[in-house]
């Protein structure tokens, strides 16, 4: 069973607010969630992270409804430079340590001029 | 210093070769991580550390074998791998909380391309 569902892929241009939903119906009270960015052949960046309502930095928002079972990171004004790889994580308590981090199949942003 | 330093950025060896990865971090985590990433797949746990100690082993097959010499240093050794070895293998480390949890961020290093011929 998959903790996280995001799109395959998204296309958006230059100037546009790009909003990557993810679905996690089976996430646990205490999970956060957080969201990664990887460019080709670099190892994942940390974006933002959150448990519930808003959350803001200086790069993107994340809006978790009260439910808590998606989330949907928004890029504001998108540039060619925000074309990569976007992963939803979400914990994984089935792992044998505790609750892990487990990658989903990320979303690929295509951003054209 | 928020940065995972990986050495080498690449690595091509034979089948019979023995190599070693290494991943060094000096921000003070106790968590420490290796992934496999094979192109257009998400990253794969293979091992874990805590505390310089092995948590978690994902079923990985003993031609790779992890080595946490210290807190800031993670070694991955390698020999007798197969073709389809061959990927991205990256490192990462968190602060570790009383017990894993999904709030501890990781931090990634740029990875180390492997080709097994």
């Known amino acids: 069973l998959a903790k996280t569902t995001q799109p395959i892929s998204m296309d958006s241009y230059e100037g546009q607010e790009v909003n990557i939903t993810c679905s996690h119906n089976n996430i646990a009270t205490n999970d956060y969630i957080t969201w990664y960015q990887q460019f080709p052949s670099q190892g994942p960046r940390f974006i933002i992270q959150g448990y519930k309502t808003k959350v803001t930095n200086e790069v993107a928002s994340l809006f978790i409804p009260a439910d808590r079972k998606s989330s949907t990171l928004s890029l504001p004004r998108v540039s060619l430079s925000d074309t990569a790889v976007y992963y939803c994580l979400v914990g994984d308590m089935n792992n044998n340590a505790g609750n892990m981090l487990t990658f989903g199949g990320g979303t690929r942003l295509m951003v054209k001029p | 210093d928020t940065e995972v330093t990986q050495t080498p950025k690449h690595l091509v060896m034979g089948m019979t070769n023995k190599k070693s990865l290494k991943c060094e971090q000096h921000?003070?985590?106790?968590?420490m991580y290796w992934y496999k990433q094979k192109a257009k797949k998400p990253p794969e746990l293979m091992f874990v550390y805590s505390y310089e100690k092995l948590s978690i082993n994902e079923s990985v097959p003993s031609r790779f074998s992890p080595e946490c010499p210290n807190s800031s240093l993670l070694n991955l050794h390698l020999h007798a791998l197969q073709p389809e070895d061959s990927a991205l293998y990256l490192c990462?480390?968190?602060?570790?909380?009383?017990?894993?949890?999904?709030?501890?961020?990781?931090?990634f290093g740029p990875g180390t391309r492997l080709t097994v011929l």
């Open positions: 921000m003070g985590h106790r968590a």
């Open positions: 990462a480390s968190s602060q570790l909380t009383s017990a894993f949890s999904s709030r501890d961020t990781q931090y």
